[in-house]
């Protein structure tokens, strides 16, 4: 098998080969592979249309991983693919979809010949991505390849069933979406208390089927209910949330390939540093507040600490310190202010925050639904036991203030070759438009062109990491953070390094920022 090694960050590699069979077969042996350690920590191996993702936990491990894929690739076998599980799934479709008539003129067929189609043979689950339990079907009809829809729709329902290209879906949960909607169904693609929680599986078969009636109501998208009730017994009650307070850990890395990104905190740094001062072990439970505005009552003492964008904190109307320890005894009651600068604070307390894990993590994923819901006034927040250890950092320096451009360094991304000329990217101012959330930040400039060969090319879906400069055919670069969706279809030009993922985490709407070439600043 002939392949191509693309770099995508500090932690991951893109493999692009010859088409789905032999990305399937690369993804099967990679995955192999790495249950046995032969990659070290491995976060995510992730299928696409014509490429897989491999990502790492430890960013020096990725040169003996590329020596690795390289020896691989040569011995591998399109043909080598899973041949799935011995029964097909059989999901029950009312093709009752608003593009069922457009289909039927696009093919050439009745609406009655386009449904004898897609119920005639079965498909198979190529790979995930988009949204928890999406899955990317093939080996359907040839006659049912339609292009996307020439204007995405703003909200597709959870159920749908769509076609576009050589691929057939089901969009789990609501969502944006460009496919020809050709029905509905009723199954729960997605269920987090579930093992595997995808209902369809990479290499797995479908059979559509079609009925007349609904069925009941399953819950298209159970994303674990147990996490969003909040423990009643807490030792400190929201009495307001501001703008956008989440809980966040370091994440939930490995389901990329069934569309759950890792997310975690935006400001990984500022998080971790949260957790240290008041002795926690990492990965423990902590609070991201946007644009500050959160006020906690204690019901019983505790140890906190702040970090990240400077919120002026007090108790009871005192100022206390802020990225150091802050005491709260009961009844006492701390505030939060807006910040002057920077976005994001957090707040972490000794012994973490007691929250039910969706898929091993307490972290609130804005795109998928995944975690705990957004914190509300009232809400009563549990903490565990507090490490019985002393700190051996009682206060950190203050970080000086932003400059009046931040500059954010770059990785080559796998498709930086698309750029016409890379010093647009490089060589440019860019302000950051009021478009800009835990999914990805939108900038604002003059747009980025690319090689004359490549205008109007698309690329078939691949996986993303988080960082990725993403360039839409407007030329306009997106940035994907924290809750990004897992695959996308448009050329990632470079990828931020963790440092300047950190720095973006903390700029405002409006802010202006230069990129620079990694290489030149890092080592």
């Known amino acids: 098998m002939d392949g191509r090694l693309l770099p995508c960050g500090e932690r991951a590699l893109l493999i692009e080969v010859d088409g789905l069979d032999a990305a399937i077969a690369l993804r099967t042996a990679l995955a192999s592979l790495a249950g046995r350690g032969a990659f070290g920590a491995v976060r995510d191996v992730v299928p696409a249309a014509t490429t897989v993702l491999l990502s790492v936990d430890d960013p020096d491990s990725l040169t003996g991983v590329r020596d690795a894929v390289t020896a691989l690739l040569p011995g591998l076998d399109p043909a080598t693919g899973p041949t799935g599980r011995d029964e097909p799934v059989e999901?029950?479709?009312?093709?009752?979809?608003?593009?069922?008539?457009?289909?039927?003129?696009?093919?050439?067929?009745?609406?009655?010949e386009v449904i004898a189609a897609h119920t005639g043979r079965d498909w198979t689950v190529a790979f995930g991505g988009?949204?928890?339990g999406f899955a990317y079907l093939v080996d359907g009809d040839e006659r049912l390849q339609v292009p996307r829809r020439a204007e995405p729709r703003t909200r597709v329902p959870p159920g749908a069933v769509g076609l576009a290209g050589p691929f057939s879906g089901i969009y789990p949960r609501a969502s944006p979406g460009g496919w020809q909607l050709i029905g509905s169904t009723d199954v729960t693609l997605w269920d987090a208390d579930r093992t595997p929680p995808a209902l369809l599986q990479p290499g797995g078969?479908?059979?559509?089927?079609?009925?007349?009636?609904?069925?009941?109501?399953?819950g298209l998208d159970k994303l674990d209910q147990r996490a969003a009730s909040l423990d009643r017994r807490g030792a400190?009650?929201?009495?307001?949330?501001?703008?956008?307070?989440?809980f966040v850990d370091e994440g939930r890395p490995g389901y990329a390939a069934v569309g759950v990104s890792a997310s975690g905190a935006a400001d990984r740094a500022?998080?971790?540093?949260?957790?240290?001062?008041?002795?926690?072990?990492?990965?423990?439970?902590?609070?991201?507040?946007t644009l500050g505005g959160l006020a906690l009552r204690a019901a019983s003492s505790c140890l906190l600490a702040i970090t990240g964008a400077d919120c002026s904190p007090t108790v009871d109307g005192?100022?206390?310190?802020?990225?150091?320890?802050?005491?709260?005894r009961p009844g006492q009651t701390l505030r939060l202010g807006v910040p002057s600068a920077r976005l994001r604070s957090y707040l972490a307390v000794a012994g973490g925050f007691e929250v039910p894990p969706a898929l091993g993590s307490a972290s609130s994923d804005t795109l998928s639904g995944l975690g705990p819901p957004r914190l509300t006034a009232g809400d009563r927040l549990a903490v565990g036991a507090a490490p019985i250890r002393l700190l051996n950092v009682d206060s950190v320096p203050r970080a000086p203030l932003p400059e009046a451009e931040r500059r954010l360094d770059v990785l080559p991304g796998p498709r930086s070759d698309w750029l016409a000329d890379p010093s647009e990217?490089?060589?440019?101012?860019?302000?950051?438009?009021?478009?800009?959330?835990?999914?990805?930040?939108?900038v604002l400039g003059e747009p980025l062109r690319r090689r004359p060969e490549l205008a109007g090319r698309e690329l078939p879906s691949e996986p993303m990491v988080r960082g990725s400069i993403q360039v839409p055919p407007d030329g306009r670069p997106v940035i994907f953070g924290a809750d990004h969706p897992v695959t996308g279809g448009y050329p990632v030009v470079g990828v931020l390094t963790e440092a300047a993922n950190d720095a973006l985490a903390q700029a405002r709407p409006g802010d202006w920022v230069r990129f620079r070439r990694a290489e030149q600043h890092l080592g």
């Open 318 to 328: 005192r100022p206390v310190t802020h990225a150091g320890p802050v005491y709260l």
């Open 205 to 218: 078969r479908v059979r559509f089927r079609a009925v007349d009636q609904k069925g009941p109501d399953r």
């Open 270 to 289: 500022s998080y971790r540093l949260a957790n240290r001062l008041v002795g926690n072990p990492s990965g423990a439970a902590a609070l991201e507040i």
């Open 130 to 132: 988009f949204a928890p």
């Open 236 to 246: 400190l009650t929201v009495l307001a949330a501001g703008p956008l307070t989440l």
């Open 425 to 442: 990217l490089f060589g440019r101012r860019w302000r950051l438009s009021e478009h800009s959330d835990r999914v990805g930040v939108r």
């Open 91 to 112: 999901i029950d479709v009312r093709y009752d979809g608003e593009d069922l008539a457009e289909v039927a003129r696009l093919t050439g067929l009745t609406p009655d």
